[in-house]
């Protein structure tokens, strides 16, 4: 065993032997003790890996066991399903800080203590809703130690793989780069006040030397005598000294302020170099990854990291501002430039405040979107947040935010000119205005619009095929606000994501298509909203992939994919069609071959039933759905199993789904398609209870028991056989005529004769009977049924007085009959 020592003035803590450094860098367990025995240098770059949102005291003293819990699971955390094992982990870490921090009982770790409560605290609040990002900011924060350490070591980067999870990321690289500037800051603070001193003494000596030139001016007034000679000898040689003390004060200033003018503008390089990168590239991915998620992809904020960079750069670049003015003054007050020498500091000062508004300008950002696709008269909601505002004090007179909506011409209006006129508004929005707000826990300032609503909307004049649902407007977020005193004003504003304003439900396929067109392919730093009118397949695939997966729980497989594509391009026969370019028109325009909607209608349709219907059955793989029917005739046929049914979605009817099964025909089997479902019929039954209904459906393609796959959605019966009010509660059971039903399995149906299925001829097409479904209504008991329904007629009979009299409609003889009502 050996004991750890740090910088920390921490405790020490121990960890198990490490006899050399090859098991040194297999043990995780050893990565903390390691981390402390780097250098000085490597060490603070270890140290700035830590803030406030994971305080290096909660790493130092809980070392052991957030490295086994990093490492022992090998967690997918882009994985919503695995949040209950961060959740897990998230309150097992905070138990054992407040375990830790109620151990410490000795004075002198009194404020570690009080840390550590804090430090629970915050992870409370923070991370209670969303455990997953406690999760990966522990893994990034080990996984920078774990490069700073392999770089240290020499360790070659692939030959040691690393925990669990931990992949290499920009986090470790950017908090180490701001620890640089950071020092570099620092350093340029020393040498401004090493300067400071140099020209006080400089002053002081000046004033001195202007004391004694007065003197001896003075003295060669006099009358010459052996004693003023003597005092003027005296004086002069002082003078001469001091002269000599003052060229050399002279020199160092000049060296010093050369050599600060050197320094901060290097500073001010890397400051520029590492904003591009914040700003450029994380907070653009961000935004783009937010925009994605419109889409239904899986967003992993990492907005907490940007804040505390954009936050770290807010102070440096404020530090540095500050030293860059402080040299101003300070040569101003002692000009003492040689007659040639360029001086740097205005340019830098001007380049320094651009740097600072355009991270102030830039970080004023929507977290939370108003909704995309956006109805008139209906409450929506936004949030706005100001990455820098707390670092900057900005909510000590706290800003107000306007919102209001603009055409897609506005915003390139504003994109080009920086401004938008007064009144200039293309709506009325309700509850348009609030006031930033400073969350002491969470650090963040912001404002949420939680009632917001659009009353009003003015359109643009259409041209050639453009509907309403094409065009595309953007709220605007506009702010004002000072800082330093009021020292510098800035006007923020930002744009929403596009949207897309409908007044009725109907419009709302065709917005979202415009809306799901945009966010998949804008491409960055385009003009407002300008996208392209073609893209190849593949990414079209993925979009359309990301949405399945995202409503549905289950994405498409290759199989669903290219059946899309050949709806899509109207092509059955296509082979190679990842690269082909699909258009605007074809994807939600053109109607579908001899249909009256788009292709666009017919997958929002599907979504849509799988998303409110159909979820279970889909994540589970109970649903073939993306097939032809060709395609089902043939699956069905090559089994030779009467009996056997598949699922697909209708071609014909929007947002259908159809049961095909394999039957006895004439002369050998027959595929036969169920009238489809719709979501009006599984508001009345579900589709498990109608399969369980239809009792000549008994194995789901390939083979497996219909009990056995949709069992556990089967409806339960009431145990209760009355009502409170003397009834008996009836339900419905579906029911195909000719096809049997609950109680036979060859039904007598009245008036319907059996089915006959057309045994196909050679050599032609085959023609799959279409047949309609019944729902009855029965008091029977019958496993699998409950109260819900399907297409067809509905026939209710429990209220009758008697059944004696012959039927004038369809009614179902085999169902138990009702019994009769109380008297």
């Known amino acids: 065993m050996f004991e750890v020592k740090n910088e920390n003035n921490f405790p020490s803590c121990r960890y198990g032997d490490n006899s050399s450094e090859s098991s040194d860098i297999q043990s995780p367990m050893a990565l903390w003790a390691r981390a402390q025995s780097l250098p000085p240098e490597a060490l603070q770059q270890v140290r700035a890996i830590y803030t406030d949102r994971f305080p290096i005291e909660v790493r130092h003293f809980l070392a052991s066991w957030i490295e086994e819990k990093m490492w022992s699971m090998d967690i997918d955390i882009d994985n919503p399903q695995n949040e209950q094992y961060a959740s897990s982990i998230v309150g097992d870490l905070i138990q054992q800080l407040e375990t830790k921090a109620n151990s410490m009982n000795s004075e002198e770790l009194v404020i570690t203590k009080y840390k550590l409560m804090d430090s629970a605290n915050l992870f409370k609040q923070r991370y209670a809703r969303c455990p997953l990002d406690l999760f990966r900011l522990m893994r990034h924060c080990l996984n920078a130690e ?98 000599q003390t003052l060229n050399q004060k002279v020199s160092s200033l000049l060296g010093l302020r050369f050599q600060l003018g050197d320094k901060l503008s290097e500073t001010v390089t890397h400051l520029v170099t590492l904003q591009c990168r914040v700003l450029d590239e994380e907070l653009i991915r961000w935004k783009r990854e937010q925009q994605l998620a419109g889409n239904g992809a899986q967003f992993n904020s990492n907005l907490d990291n940007i804040q505390d960079w954009c936050e770290s750069l807010a102070e440096i670049i404020w530090h540095n501002r500050q030293q860059i003015k402080e040299v101003e003054r300070l040569k101003q007050k002692l000009a003492i430039e040689p007659p040639g020498v360029v001086d740097v500091l205005p340019n830098l000062n001007i380049q320094i405040t651009q740097l600072l508004s355009s991270l102030v300008t830039s970080t004023f950002i929507i977290e939370k979107q108003p909704p995309q696709v956006m109805k008139t008269n209906t409450r929506f909601t936004s949030t706005v947040r100001l990455l820098v505002g707390g670092k900057l004090n900005v909510h000590m007179t706290p800003p107000q935010v306007k919102v209001t909506i603009i ?64 065009e595309k407007f953007s709220l605007l977020f506009q702010s004002q606000f000072s800082v330093g005193g009021g020292e510098l004003v800035f006007q923020v504003w930002t744009l929403s994501l596009p949207v897309v ?94 249909r009256s909607f788009t292709f666009w209608e017919w997958f929002y349709a599907v979504v849509k039933l799988t998303r409110e219907h159909l979820r279970q059955p889909w994540t589970d793989g109970l649903i073939l759905g993306f097939i032809r029917k060709k395609q089902a005739e043939d699956m069905l046929i090559a089994t030779g199993v009467t009996s056997t049914f598949l699922l697909r979605f209708s071609d014909s009817e929007l947002g259908g789904i159809t049961i095909a099964w394999l039957g006895d025909g004439d002369v050998c089997p027959q595929v036969f398609m169920l009238q489809p479902f719709t979501s009006k019929d ?67 149906y009245p008036n319907t004769p059996m089915f006959q299925a057309p045994s196909p001829e050679a050599g032609s097409a085959r023609d799959t009977p279409s047949v309609a479904s019944h729902v009855s209504d029965s008091v029977s008991s019958y496993a699998g049924a ?38």
């Open 786 to 823: 409950g109260a819900q329904g399907a297409t067809g007629e509905i026939e209710y009979a429990s209220n009758m007085e008697f059944l004696d009299d012959p039927l004038d409609f369809n009614f179902d003889p085999y169902l138990n009959p009702p019994p009769f009502r109380p008297n």
């Open 501 to 594: 304003v409908i007044v009725h439900g109907n419009q709302e396929p065709h917005a979202w298509a415009t809306v799901t067109w945009d966010n998949a392919f804008a491409e960055p730093g385009r003009v407002p909203f300008a996208v392209p009118d073609k893209v190849p397949w593949c990414q079209v695939a993925e979009a359309l992939n990301m949405k399945f997966r995202y409503a549905t729980g289950r994405p498409l497989t290759e199989e669903n994919l290219r059946f899309l594509a050949e709806k899509a391009f109207r092509n059955p026969n296509m082979t190679d069609f990842q690269n082909q370019m699909l258009t605007w028109s074809q994807f939600c325009k053109e109607p579908l071959q001899e």
């Open 682 to 748: 599984f508001a009345i039954r579900s589709l498990p209870d109608r399969i369980a209904d239809l009792q000549h459906l008994v194995h789901l393609y390939p083979d497996i028991p219909k009990d056995q796959a949709f069992g556990k959605y089967y409806t339960p019966l009431e145990n209760q056989p009355t009502s409170n009010n003397g009834y008996v509660k009836p339900f419905l059971v579906t029911h195909v005529p000719g096809w049997g039903g609950p109680g036979q399995s060859t039904p007598s």
């Open 146 to 243: 774990l490069q700073v350490i392999r770089q240290v070591e020499n360790v070659p980067v692939g030959s040691v793989p690393p925990a669990a999870g931990l992949m290499p990321d920009s986090v470790a690289e950017i908090a180490q780069q701001i620890d640089v500037l950071r020092h570099r800051t620092s350093e340029t603070g020393k040498l401004l006040r090493q300067m400071e001193q140099e020209q006080e003494g400089f002053a002081l000596h000046y004033h001195e030397c202007t004391k004694l030139n007065a003197h001896l001016q003075h003295l060669q007034s006099q009358q010459p005598n052996q004693q003023n000679v003597e005092l003027e000898k005296a004086v002069s040689r002082q003078k001469n000294s001091l002269e």
């Open 407 to 470: 055409s897609e011409a506005q915003a390139n209006a504003l994109l080009k000119n920086d401004k938008i006129g007064k009144g200039e508004a293309s709506g009325e929005i309700l509850n348009n205005t609030g006031t930033m707000e400073y969350h002491q826990a969470t650090r963040q300032l912001s404002v949420s619009f939680r009632n917001m609503q659009l009353k009003k909307i003015k359109r643009a004049e259409k041209k050639g095929t453009e509907s309403v649902m094409d």
